[in-house]
């Protein structure tokens, strides 16, 4: 995670983009709704830090920060979409009966990405690694 506004604004720039204050506040809200938030929660924090921030213009800054390499979209079978600011190698892990989603970290995927290049031909332009179950929550209530 980009720890400081600063920090957030200088990557901002890195990629050739304005750093608006309604960037980092939505950049800013993506960590504070939780875990692997949907656009209403990130929308919902951001609009705690600036009132005025639209739907849209958190739709448009998550694509900017997808596009930049700053988080990671999350497509689900559902039609439902949420945003992972955790751009490092790890596992997601999805519970099936209650949706959550926990992060687990594991070997690093530089480790493996020369395997699927050199073995299966495969050139890497991305990794989203989910795994789906019940989680221990689930799993206690049965």
Not at 78 to 84: A, H, I, L, M, Q
Not at 120 to 140: D, K, M, P
Request: hydrophobic share 30%; net charge neutral.
């Amino acid at each position: 995670m980009l720890s400081s506004r600063k920090e957030i604004a200088e990557t901002i720039r890195k990629s050739g983009h304005r750093a608006t204050s309604q960037r980092i506040a939505v950049y800013e809200a993506l960590w504070k709704a939780g875990s692997h938030p949907n656009v209403s929660e990130i929308h919902k924090f951001a609009s705690k830090t600036d009132p005025t921030i639209s739907l849209a213009t958190v739709y448009k800054n998550l694509q900017l920060f997808t596009e930049i390499g700053l988080v990671n979209e999350m497509g689900f079978r559902d039609g439902s979409t949420r945003y992972d600011p955790d751009v490092k190698f790890h596992i997601n892990l999805i519970c099936n009966k209650c949706g959550r989603i926990e992060d687990y970290d594991c070997i690093s995927f530089e480790e493996i990405a020369p395997n699927l290049n050199q073995r299966a031909g495969f050139e890497v332009q991305g990794h989203n690694f989910e795994v789906s179950g019940l989680c221990s929550s689930c799993r206690s209530q049965d």
